[in-house]
């Protein structure tokens, strides 16, 4: 019966909004009483939530948090005027990982403060909703807005060079603008750490790309050298988790799906990129996979697909697992990892020219 369906629909939305306030409310803890740097960006701007899907006066007048990283002051050339107007800048527009549940802004500051550096790139980082409040397409919507945001404004960014990507869900929801949303060509290049990129498939039937025999011996094994550990995941020689738990996992793409799990809402590309048409795809693409995250595998596969015709680069990082490059202890082989990773990306992003 339609009114049964309905109630039942809405008693698990109530549950599953408590248990997300809850993990939520942990891992933030957790998060905040682990030595951290405070963010520090150049500029926190409010972009105006401009959505065809929004449907209340509320929604007209939501403001998107980001949080804005500038390169390095030019020193104007000697043929310059000083009244020559600034020349428009090359820009990221990235999005953090959540679990598509937990605020995440802020978390990669020392990444895009390193892109802002080494790249001439403006990096903007996004404070997109999180489900299950905001459940899909939410999170894409703020995204969307951004986007829109930064192509009204030739003056200030070049509209030939933008770039866009993010980390793990963050990295879903870029893939997901980038092939779904708007022209071909509108995106010169795409960037994903650890990326979602297949949700059609149980997260318990993914596997690390390590040969079964390594990940047998990590199993066995106490924590990698600088801490962390994952449940239901080979521990990374390095440390840090392997992977996110796979009831975890499950528990979050219900979140963001609002519980709807079918075929169709699996496959969608919008959720799902690996299901878009190839020809969707920028130009240019860099993958950052971790052979101890069950999430390498699809992402690299995904960049075996659509490399014809483009530039595709994919960097695996050994003894590595998922979110690698966060809270690393200073000097450990882990942080090493995460300065390489760092640089082949900027290396990419400086190439986008």
Known sequence: MPFLTSIRQKAHLIFITIKAKLLRAFILTYAHLRPHQKPSPDIIEYIPA??????????????????????????????????????PSPVLITACGSGFIIPGLGLDDPYCRT??????????????????????????????????????????????RISIGGFSAGGNIAASVAVNYFPPGTFGALVGFYPVVDASHNPGEKVPVIPVERWRDAMGKGKGKDG???????????GGMGSVPDGVMVFMRDCYLAGDVSEGRVKD??????????????????????????????????????????????????????????????????????????????DFLRGDS
């Open 269 to 346: 590309p919008r959720v799902s990129p690996v299901y878009a048409d190839v020809g969707r795809f920028p130009r240019r693409v860099c993958f950052v996979t971790c052979e101890y995250d069950v999430l390498a595998r699809e992402a690299e596969e995904l960049a075996e697909t659509i490399k014809e015709g483009r530039e595709v680069v994919v960097h695996r990082v050994k003894g590595c697992g998922h979110a690698f490059d966060k809270y690393c202890k200073p000097g450990s082989e882990r942080e090493k990892a995460k300065d390489q990773a760092y640089e082949i990306v900027a």
């Open 115 to 160: 892109m802002a550096l080494k790249t001439s790139h403006v990096i903007i980082d996004i404070d997109y909703r999180v489900a299950p409040e905001n459940p899909f397409p939410s999170a894409i919507n703020d995204v969307i807005s951004v986007v829109n945001w930064v192509l009204a404004q030739p003056a200030r960014f070049d509209k030939a």
């Open 228 to 238: 962390g550990g994952g449940s239901q995941t080979p521990k990374p020689p390095l």
């Open 50 to 87: 401009k959505s065809n899907t929004t449907k209340t006066s509320k929604d007209r007048t939501r403001k998107i948090k980001t949080y804005i990283y500038l390169p390095p002051k030019k020193t104007p050339s000697s043929s310059s005027s000083p009244s020559s107007p600034p020349i």
